[in-house]
């Protein structure tokens, strides 16, 4: 799944091109680390779901990762998430076959391949006897900024059956969510028979099953399947957890203990990245003096820092943001106010 | 006087358009700012002591201002403020007369014109008298950036004899100072009758007079007097406080309450700006949310700022610099490190 407009990583994340294709960790897309990271777990070919306006972006990445670059399904316009499983399932289910499919957001980081491969294995036996199983991501911090799921009863040593979902929590309620080592952070991957999340969609979301099915037949299919946009208008905008997971019975969570991010803000990527001995994060032609814990990030020219704490900088060939680690959220607000003056530094990416 | 490199307004000023030449604070440069604020005071066409490398852009700003482009003394470098007074004070008396002399640097704010013309007309009534007169900024605040006066008996209302003059002082030290009452911040300003100035640098000072009584003789006119290098490298680099002000028995300073600033640094700009209702001062696109008390200068492309608070933000087409009002002297170190690596952003403007 290669949706979403990254706006939370402007300026260097557009409309045009969303934070998924960007070189933000090393020197790959997180699309193409996405479908690297399948290497070793001998999957299928992967199917990228993805806008249509990022077709070629798409097309480029699985052709550098050696897939076949017409594996795409290229949505209209963005439904969320249930919808765009449903297109996938039913198109991998075209053949008369019923696969088990692992759904990846491609704006993840994962930096202990060989443990999320283990979770992998351990949540496709999980969904070969039925289940539909997601991934909890043993948390490292009391995060604001994720959606937690409540554990219920053991299925086995690193899986649980879930007791529910719960919405991004305060500060002290994310810190009561630590202690009690009962809730992980809900990563938004999963892993299901086809057939198994198609029959959830029946009974919980039926008329987005009949728009998605409706919306198959319509799609034409040239370099990938390019859904038909009358017909998609119609699926309801739901996500997975939403549509299915919040009311099934057979959801269960498998714990993922990976150095997972999802790369979701500046912050995170302060985080993950890599630091120098005053803990800051540094990318490009920087100079600095004096500061600490900072992010600075500069795509073309010199960017100079001094006695600061805490900040982020990303400096574009078009545009400068300057914020902090705490407040880098605020960067919506910006692209808001952008947008409504119609500056095209708020969508359009400069090359 | 049009001397100095700004260091402390980088990336803005540069060594080849140093912050005298940029228009920082409205349309004008601050060099085109001095010569205007002669208007009404009934002086001599000015005459301006630069650095030879800037003399194009003296003789432009000149010029603009409606005087004679040839009125300027050339140094091939600088030797501080007392051999550029020297010379000064020999060309103004080259043909016989004796008149009095106001010395300005070309690098201040002062916003109330008819107070500092007051003060001036003040003080030449002193230097008339034969005083060498200075110009004392009564202090607004607790300032650790500026030297103080320290007044002796008072001559009248507004003028004192000097009792000595300080270095700039730490935090409690300006305190003390602003509550005393009886320090005055030294401005760089001066009045005093040519002769009496030679007079005294003759008695303090005789090696440099005679320097620059050499130099004068083997210098070269044509747009300007060229200070004939050879010679001018024989005389001490010294500031007319430290020649001639220390040591003389003639010193008064005049009390200046003009809106008086020596634009040193960005937190100065910062203090004498516009402000908005948050405390911010704007200059340029800028697109900014929730934050306060900060200077962001962008002169050239979109900048944006969220979240942050007494921050200095400054964006030129090859460079940019981020520090705090508070900790923005650390630029030095930024240039500092910026010629240690032969950058030509530490020194060279873009046009």
């Not at 294709?21 to 680390?33: K, P, T």
């Not at 099953?209 to 037949?217: E, G, I, R, S, Y």
């Not at 990303?314 to 960067?331: F, G, I, M, Y």
Request: overall charge negative; charged content about 20%.
């Amino acid at each position: 799944m290669s949706g979403g407009a990254g706006t939370r990583l402007w300026p260097a994340s557009r409309s045009d091109r969303p934070k998924q294709f960007l070189d933000l960790i090393d020197d790959h897309s997180m699309v193409r680390a996405t479908l690297d990271r399948l290497a070793g777990l001998a999957t299928a070919p992967p199917l990228v779901v993805a806008n249509a306006t990022h077709a070629d972006l798409v097309a480029t990445e699985l052709s550098a990762a050696g897939h076949d670059p017409g594996r795409m399904i290229l949505e209209p316009f963005g439904r969320n998430t249930a919808p765009a499983a449903a297109v996938a399932a039913l198109h991998l289910t075209a053949d008369g076959t019923d696969p088990l499919m692992l759904l990846l957001p491609a704006d993840h980081v994962i930096s202990d391949v060989a443990s999320f491969h283990a979770a992998v294995r351990h949540a496709a036996v999980l969904a070969a006897g039925g289940a539909l199983v997601t991934f909890g991501v043993v948390p490292t911090s009391p995060e604001t900024g994720y959606g937690y799921i409540k554990t219920g009863h053991p299925v086995d040593e690193e899986s649980f059956h879930i007791e529910r979902f719960v919405e991004k929590p305060d500060s002290a309620t994310a810190e009561s969510y630590l202690e009690a080592g009962t809730y992980l952070w809900n990563s938004g991957m999963f892993v299901f028979r086809c057939s198994a999340y198609l029959a959830a969609l029946s009974e919980n979301a039926p008329e987005m099953l009949a728009a998605c099915v409706a919306t198959m037949k319509a799609s034409a299919t040239s370099n990938g399947v390019l859904l038909d946009a009358d017909a998609f208008s119609a699926t309801p905008a739901d996500s997975i957890d939403y549509a299915v997971m919040e009311h099934t019975d057979r959801g269960m969570v498998v714990a993922l203990d990976a150095g997972w991010s999802d790369v979701g803000s500046w912050a995170a990527l302060w985080e993950i990245g890599e630091h120098d001995d005053d803990g800051n994060v540094l990318i490009g032609d920087i100079v600095l003096s004096d500061s600490r814990n900072s992010y600075i990030r500069s795509e073309h020219r010199l960017v100079t820092v001094a006695g600061v704490e805490g900040l982020v900088v990303v400096s574009t060939p078009d545009a400068l943001l300057v914020t902090t680690v705490e407040k880098c959220q605020n960067v919506k607000t910006i692209v808001d106010i952008l947008k409504s003056r119609g500056r095209p530094e708020a969508t359009d990416s400069t090359g």
